[in-house]
């Protein structure tokens, strides 16, 4: 089941469980505009505690060697190098293929479904493309050169002061375990842990991911501040709301991550 956006009734929106049921990044919404996107859980996550994207695999990122593929093609297959982590079946599924360099530069198409491939060897992944998804410009072989991403809500972790920071993604509505499918918030009010150090969050202003050392408290926010590094290269995520936050607490936030 999968649409533009899937309505969801007070309640539903703390719904979790291993059985995928949605595409990863389906969008949905409660009746107040609360916008939430369908993830998998990499860890266990605690309700109210911030999420990011987990690294990207850097083996896969940027100039495989494409195959000749046409126009109006529904599939694309790359050449992958001859040293990287072995690739399991369907492992991109949700994910992108990306034109980085060559004929076709700068497309992106949607991943539905691909082959595996073993460790360590120069083989061919075959993809597929959803299915209204088409190669819009001819790519040409060995010039044409692509990478891969997976889904952005796949395997999603905790932002940690102690862990490599990447792209905030939204709070958890309710209590999470580790390979659990599960609505991540996205936009609206939610309840958001705070960690403040010097850095409380401010009612009115801008809230950032909490990535200092300060206090440590993991998957938290803090004021948006040019006096906290490293604050300054944060992208905004929310605004304070409500009453003013208390560090350690959880704290009213309007989440502006994906509406």
């Given at each position: 089941?999968n649409g533009?956006t899937?309505?969801l ?29 369908y ?34 093609a529904?599939?694309?297959?790359v050449?992958?190098a ?6 399991g ?7 992108y293929?990306?034109?980085n ?7 992106i ?22 299915l209204?998804d088409e ?12 990478g ?11 932002v940690?002061?102690?862990t ?11 209590e999470i ?7 991540l918030?996205t936009?609206g ?7 403040g150090?010097t ?5 009115a202003?801008s ?8 206090d440590?408290l993991?998957?938290s926010?803090?004021a ?6 490293p604050?300054?290269?944060q992208p905004?995520i929310?605004i ?15 989440l502006t991550l994906?509406?």
């Amino acid at each position: 089941m999968n649409g533009p956006t899937v309505y969801l009734q007070y309640g539903m929106e703390k719904d979790s469980g291993t059985t995928k049921f949605y595409k990863l990044g389906q969008r949905a919404m409660l009746p107040d505009g609360r916008v939430f996107r369908y993830a998998l859980a990499n860890g266990a996550i605690g309700a109210g505690q911030l999420c990011q994207m987990k690294a990207t695999l850097v083996d896969f990122d940027m100039d495989l060697v494409c195959e000749a593929t046409v126009a109006g093609a529904n599939s694309i297959s790359v050449v992958t190098a001859s040293t990287h982590p072995a690739m399991g079946t369907d492992e991109f599924e949700d994910g992108y293929i990306h034109i980085n360099d060559g004929a076709g530069e700068g497309h992106i198409y949607r991943i539905r479904s691909h082959t595996s491939v073993a460790a360590d060897s120069s083989t061919v992944m075959a993809f597929s493309l959803e299915l209204d998804d088409e190669v819009d410009e001819a790519l040409v072989n060995a010039t044409s050169l692509a990478g891969l991403v997976e889904n952005l809500y796949k395997d999603v972790v905790l932002v940690d002061p102690d862990t490599a920071q990447t792209m905030p993604l939204g709070a958890a509505p309710s209590e999470i375990s580790d390979n659990e499918y599960f609505w991540l918030q996205t936009f609206g009010l939610a309840s958001v842990r705070i960690e403040g150090g010097t850095a409380v969050p401010v009612v009115a202003r801008s809230v950032v991911a909490a990535v200092s050392t300060s206090d440590g408290l993991s998957g938290s926010v803090e004021a948006a501040t040019t006096a906290h590094v490293p604050d300054n290269d944060q992208p905004q995520i929310g605004i304070a709301v409500g009453i003013a936050s208390v560090d350690g607490d959880y704290g009213l936030i309007f989440l502006t991550l994906a509406p």
